[in-house]
Every structure is written in structure tokens, then in C-alpha cells.
């Protein structure tokens, strides 16, 4: 029997809080990840609910918690190919991918500065582009380079090693597997942001200068492809009226049936950034309904006393950019009873919130058809946190992995 032990899928927010609160009551804890670092969706925000406040802050207490604590395992570019036993005695096996860049890498660059191939930059949601020898982010962690080898072209790779003093270039690294007995599984798998190429009133992503809500984030980050300066993909124009089209993908039966939760106030809070960065910029917002939840309900009437500011109730029907690259908007003013058409800089799709299970399930674990886990359905011995669930905001996401992280030290005592 694997006593005190836990395994967690998922390195996002929820992933991280139940590691350290498990680790610090004792637990030992098997913290697995498919991407290259740790941090998750947070990770790519410029500010985050309901501070407002960078979320480095709050990734770098919870790395260096990690990094203090010796009973936190955690595995990056991984992903748990097996789940077998029971409650209290589960045998998990865990596929390590390479990285082809070892534990001797001190992130001094030179890998990336010699690297001559370039690939798209998926934390920046393509926006921008990275060497084939990149760190995911200026804070990663594990601060640690990566060698995409499927975008080197030639000796790319080799021009790398030779430039490594460290010798942390392993270009042989192969694919390994991890055997883990734990008592516990956390499912923390986070969530991916809906495809709005695929719903056709939004222009089916032929608009170059609508941009999805996470895509925006980016754009006002500092560590961003603009540093932080909000401008619009086809020419780097800082756009002076902005419009926000919500529900693109969500409560919608031919794509996402349910409500994503963050997307209004993820709306709003961009709109304080383009206020903020412009105070002459003019923003609109296009909702069937605006949902703030509790407290954030002040935050919806700063937003919405803003002069700058106009809020109308009304489906979009249509996008449509012309040559200039300015986006005209359709849609029903549902108060003025009437169709009419605006005309803007850019465009923001409050894109939704669809779990990351819907392409990748956990072994062993059903989902409803919505993607989500099927908590009634889970075996015993596992417990399901976050937006593996439905579509929640960090506060929540933390406050449910540390309801988790109880959970699995008390049935394990239990037993």
C-alpha cells in the first residue's frame, strides 16, 4: 500500500496549490505535466482576478514552496499513459518526453543565440515566434531551455551543442517511462481555449484583426509579443475603438451548450487595459447577458460608468474586415429592437472555456459529454479539481485544489 502519497496531473494553478498543500502536510507528491513548464493558463495572463495583479506573483511563491520542499516530484513534458490498481494502491505509469537539454542547463541563452531554425510560440498563441532552442517564458520553471527538434532544419541542432559550455545538450535523449505507486490521484488538467475558427458568424478566423481573449492577454503583457503595448496584428496600429464580442463559442448548442464563466470579466478587465493604455481609446462590449459573480459585481459598474465605455445587449450575426484591416460588426440591438453595423479597429473574441480532456482523457476516467470529468463516475481514490470539472476562475481553482489536497492526506489516514 502506498501510504501518504499522491499523484496530480496537471501543473496549472490547481495542480501546483494541491502539490505544495499536500507536500507541506506531509504527503509525498508526483506532480505531472505535458508542457515544458509549470504554471499553466495563469501563466499567460497579464493580470488575473481578483487582484488585478501580476501572476508571476502568485506562480513564484508557489515555485519557491516547490523548490523548499523536498517531498515534491514533479515530472514537465510528460503525461500519465496508465492508471491501474485502487483506492489507496495505484500504480501509474508516467511517459517522460525529451527535451534534449539536461539538468546541467544553467538558462544562459547561448543555445538559443547559435540556434539558426525559428518556430511559432504557442504560449503567445502564435503571435510571435521563438528559436527551435527556446525558454517557454522569461520566469519559467523549471528554468530550463527546451530544443523543439521538429522545427531544426540541418545542424541546427549540433550549432546548439557546440555552443553550450554546460554540455546540457543531449540531442540523444530518448522518450522514458516512470513507474509511481501512490494512494491518491488529483486530476487537475486544466482547461484549452474553444476554437473560434469553427463558428462561422465570428468570420471563421479570417479576420487578422480579431483576436481571442487569451491572445489579447498576451498583446498586454510585458513579456508579450509587443511588450505590453496593445496593437492590432495586421500593421501594429494601436487601436482607438475596440469592440468585445462575448459568448464566441460558448451557449451555443452547435458548439460550447454551457456558460465559460470567466468570459465576461475577462472582457471587462481588457477593457481597462485598452482604457488604460489610451485614455481616448473607445471600447465596446456586444453580450446576451453580462455575468459577474459575487463580488466582482463592483468591478462590472466601475467598467460600466466608464464614458469610454458602451455596453450593448445583442447577438452577434457577423465579422467582416476590409482591406484597411477595420472590422464591421453586425448584430441585433436587442434594446433597440433593430440590425445595424459598427466599424472598428479590432475585435476581441471572448472565446470559451472547453476542458483540455476533450482531446486527451485520463486513463481510466469518464468524462460527460461536455468534456468534463464525470465526478459521480470517478473511482474511489480519485478526486477531480478545478476546470476539470466546469469552468471556473482562479479564485475558485484554488480554493478547490486546496479542498483536494485535505481530501487525499484524510482518506489515506483513514485507511
Known amino acids: ?18 502539490a505544495v498543500e499536500a507536500a507541506e502536510a506531509g504527503c509525498e507528491v508526483h506532480l505531472v505535466e ?20 501580476p501572476p508571476v506573483c502568485g506562480l513564484e511563491l508557489n515555485f519557491r514552496r ?41 538558462g544562459c541563452n547561448a543555445c538559443t543565440e547559435a540556434c539558426t531554425a525559428e518556430r511559432s510560440n504557442d504560449f503567445d498563441f502564435g503571435m ?69 475558427s469553427k ?19 498576451r498583446l498586454a503583457a510585458p513579456s508579450g509579443p509587443t511588450a505590453g503595448r496593445i496593437q492590432r496584428p495586421s500593421d501594429g496600429k494601436e487601436p482607438k475603438k475596440v469592440a468585445f464580442v ?45 455575468r459577474t459573480p459575487g463580488r466582482y459585481e463592483q468591478f462590472y459598474w466601475k467598467v460600466r460608468d466608464d464614458e469610454k465605455v458602451t455596453l450593448t445587449k445583442g447577438k452577434v450575426a457577423a465579422l467582416s474586415e476590409d482591406a484597411s484591416g477595420d472590422v464591421t460588426v453586425e448584430y441585433e ?21 472547453q476542458s483540455s480532456l476533450k482531446s486527451a482523457g485520463i486513463p481510466g476516467v469518464a468524462l460527460t459529454p461536455d468534456g468534463f470529468i464525470d465526478v459521480k463516475a470517478l473511482p474511489a481514490g480519485m478526486t477531480a479539481v478545478g476546470t476539470t470539472k466546469s469552468p471556473v476562475d482562479v479564485q475558485r481553482s484554488v480554493q478547490d485544489a486546496t479542498g483536494a489536497a485535505l481530501k487525499s492526506i484524510q482518506t489515506q489516514v483513514r485507511r
Not at 494553478?13 to 494541491?18: D, R
Not at 468570420?203 to 491572445?215: E, I, P, R, Y
Open 1 to 18: 500500500m502506498a501510504e501518504q502519497s499522491v499523484l496530480i496531473i496537471g501543473g496549472g494553478i490547481s495542480g501546483l496549490t494541491a
Open 34 to 53: 505535458k508542457n515544458p513548464y509549470l504554471g499553466g493558463r495563469v501563466a499567460q495572463l497579464n493580470k488575473y482576478f481578483p487582484k488585478l495583479c
Open 66 to 106: 516547490m523548490k523548499e520542499n523536498p517531498r515534491v516530484h514533479f515530472y514537465t513534458m510528460s503525461e500519465v499513459a496508465e492508471i491501474s490498481g485502487s483506492d489507496g494502491n495505484f500504480e501509474v505509469t508516467v511517459k517522460v518526453n525529451p527535451r534534449y537539454v539536461n539538468d546541467r542547463c544553467t
Open 128 to 196: 510571435s515566434k521563438t528559436k527551435a532552442a527556446y525558454l517557454p517564458f522569461e520566469q519559467a520553471f523549471p528554468l530550463k531551455y527546451v530544443i523543439n527538434t521538429a522545427a531544426c532544419q540541418g545542424d541546427c541542432g549540433q550549432k546548439c551543442k557546440e555552443a553550450c559550455k554546460y554540455d546540457a545538450i543531449d540531442l540523444d535523449m530518448k522518450a522514458d517511462t516512470i513507474k509511481l505507486k501512490v494512494g491518491h490521484v488529483v486530476a487537475a488538467t486544466g482547461w484549452d481555449l474553444y476554437d473560434t
Open 199 to 217: 463558428v462561422d458568424t465570428l468570420g471563421a478566423g479570417s479576420a487578422k484583426n480579431a483576436v481571442t481573449n487569451m491572445q489579447m492577454e
Open 246 to 290: 462575448q459568448c464566441a463559442g460558448s451557449r451555443d448548442e452547435n458548439h460550447l451548450p454551457y456558460c465559460s464563466y470567466i468570459c465576461c470579466m475577462a472582457s471587462l478587465k481588457q477593457a481597462t487595459y485598452l482604457r488604460e493604455q489610451d485614455p481616448e481609446c473607445e471600447v465596446e462590449i456586444f453580450y446576451i447577458d453580462i
Open 333 to 353: 440591438n436587442v434594446l433597440a429592437g433593430k440590425k445595424e453595423k459598427k466599424t472598428f479597429d479590432m475585435v476581441v473574441l471572448a472565446a470559451g472555456m
